[in-house]
């Protein structure tokens, strides 16, 4: 935004863009749908799969997640195991926002939200669920060493996420170094109807969260494009940031690189292409 000459708070662009992100919105829809009314797409040929698993058993039984749950025939599951940490996190979140905020001489909750250190109180949260989530699963006699392998194999699976977003991040500064948003906004900016930009937009987005599988990578490489583009044209900047927004989710949904479509195939114990087909 400061590049681009854009004024005012981020987070409440962020805020405004949210209700604008119809396709994300459309998918919450749909799995309401899905999951209370037996909404299916059997009319739709494309969503059929192309080939018939020859047993249930999915793709990821060999993973080090799956093949060391020793423990789970002694310990039941419990909905309170992932219900507590759960309302513990968005909780302590919620409250060191609004600390870090009022550390800021904010005058108000709503002023102490929008100015609160995002990036300190997720860390110090997410590090504090961590410690009680492990003293949750301790008193249960859930042996340590088990607790410290399901650690390690869950960060396991989340060091692609990160190398991708640091990949995209990269990327990033290199194309800002480059000048490559005043570049394409001044290409583009004056032949490009302001209605156009956030259908343009999300389409760019859509392929490009396909074919890396991050959400957070397309959103960290479209984004400068994006406002450059609004800025120029004189586009909805609400609209277009939530195009953004619905282009890289996208990926989340139908890319086989994604790390919500494999991590939820890991969760279903099915394969990551029957997930996406």
């Known amino acids: 935004m400061t590049q681009v000459g854009l004024a005012g708070n981020p987070y409440r662009i962020y805020l405004s863009a949210i209700p604008l992100n119809f396709y994300s919105i459309s998918m919450l829809g749909i799995s309401i749908l899905a999951i209370f009314y037996s909404f299916q797409f059997s009319w739709l040929r494309l969503a059929q799969p192309a080939y ?5 058993a999915g793709d990821h039984d060999s993973h080090e997640a799956h093949g060391e ?3 789970q025939g002694k310990v039941p599951p419990r909905v309170a ?4 940490p759960l309302a513990f996190l968005l909780a302590l979140i919620t409250y060191l926002f609004w600390w870090t905020g009022q550390a800021k001489r904010a005058t108000s909750v709503v002023e102490a939200l929008l100015s609160a250190d995002y990036e300190k109180a997720i860390f110090v949260a997410t590090f504090a669920t961590l410690v009680a989530t492990t003293l949750l699963y301790v008193l249960q006699k859930i ?10 194999s869950g960060g ?3 060091l692609p996420p990160i190398v991708i977003l640091l990949l995209a991040w990269a ?17 583009l900016g004056n032949a490009l109807p302001p209605q156009l930009v956030p259908v343009i937009v ?3 987005g859509g392929l490009a969260s396909y074919f890396m599988g991050s959400s957070w990578g397309t959103w960290a490489l479209v984004m400068p494009l994006a406002l450059s583009l609004s800025v120029t044209t004189g586009a909805n900047v609400p609209l277009t940031v939530g195009a953004v927004l619905a282009g890289g989710s996208i990926g989340d949904n139908l890319s086989p690189l994604g790390e919500t479509p494999v991590l939820t195939s890991a969760i279903m114990d099915i394969p990551v292409t029957g997930h996406v087909s």
């Open 52 to 56: 018939k698993p020859e047993s249930a």
């Open 156 to 158: 396991t699976e989340m």
């Open 69 to 71: 749950c020793h423990y």
């Open 171 to 187: 990327i990033t500064g290199v194309t800002q170094q480059l000048g490559f948003s005043t570049f394409i906004g001044g290409l």
């Open 81 to 84: 195991n992932l219900l507590l």
């Open 202 to 204: 999300f389409a760019l």
């Open 143 to 152: 042996p340590m060493k088990e607790l410290q392998s399901y650690f390690l």
